[in-house]
């Protein structure tokens, strides 16, 4: 198993559409959680952090759910700028103090006119 | 933009050949982390160094060293390239472990 799933892709909606992504992971000792977007051929931008009390930013609402290991991401109104790959990050701790910051595979959004 | 920069942008080498990659972190962050994406993939951990210490790493051979200097820039070395290092290498900074991190634009590694 992987230690952070997300749906496979694409995702393929219209203006103006809500899509809601989604995001397991494996290890309970995870500290921290974000969504970043990575545009074609960039680097991963940070969209926003996620907490257990969920967080919303303008048309973006993310939420965690720390018992069943799950993290969303909602975007409500898509506009043609939202489309690129959102990937779900995941800080968690290894070995006697380390840390380690796994990301998802990434599930591409295509928000069409 | 994030205040993080990598050097150099592309690199062509061969297989068995030696790589560095630099990068400079944003303005009071103490904490680096570097990742290889393959094409079509998030990235992967490669490792952290935080305050000049490797913190956490991932699972990368020990071909994959790094540095971390006083000022808190840091190195990626690959030692006996091979095909499939061909890769972006993302260097991130932040502050503390758990924070977000911000991405520099990336070093595109072609191994021929």
């Known amino acids: 198993r992987k230690e952070v799933e997300q749906d496979p892709g694409p995702f393929n909606v219209p203006e103006g559409a809500t899509v809601a992504f989604n995001c397991t992971y494996s290890?309970?000792?995870?500290?921290?959680f974000f969504w970043y977007r990575q545009d074609c051929r960039k680097e991963p931008k940070l969209l926003m952090s996620?907490?257990?009390s969920g967080n919303e930013d303008g048309r973006f609402t993310a939420q965690l759910n720390r018992a069943s290991q799950y993290i969303s991401l909602l975007i409500r109104d898509s506009k043609l700028s939202d489309s690129a790959t959102y990937l779900c990050?995941?800080?968690?701790?290894?070995?006697?103090?380390?840390?380690?910051?796994?990301f998802g595979a990434g599930t591409r959004l295509f928000v069409k006119a | 933009e994030t205040g993080v920069t990598q050097s150099p942008t592309h690199l062509i080498k061969t297989r068995g050949q030696q790589v560095t990659l630099r990068c400079s972190s944003q303005?009071?962050?103490?904490?680096v982390s570097w990742y290889q994406q393959a094409l079509g993939q998030g990235p992967q951990f490669i490792f952290q160094?935080?305050?000049?210490?490797?913190?956490g790493r991932g699972n990368f051979p020990p071909r994959f060293s790094g540095l971390q200097f006083p000022n808190y820039s840091s190195e990626l070395n690959v030692n006996a390239l091979e095909l499939d290092d061909s890769a972006l290498y993302l260097c991130?900074?932040?502050?503390?472990?758990?924070?977000?991190?911000?991405f520099g634009p990336g070093t595109r590694l072609t191994v021929l």
């Open positions: 991130a900074s932040s502050r503390g472990l758990e924070n977000e991190q911000f």
């Open positions: 160094y935080y305050r000049e210490e490797e913190n």
């Open positions: 996620v907490y257990s």
């Open positions: 303005s009071g962050h103490n904490t």
């Open positions: 290890n309970s000792a995870s500290q921290s």
């Open positions: 990050v995941v800080n968690g701790l290894i070995g006697t103090g380390g840390f380690k910051t796994i």
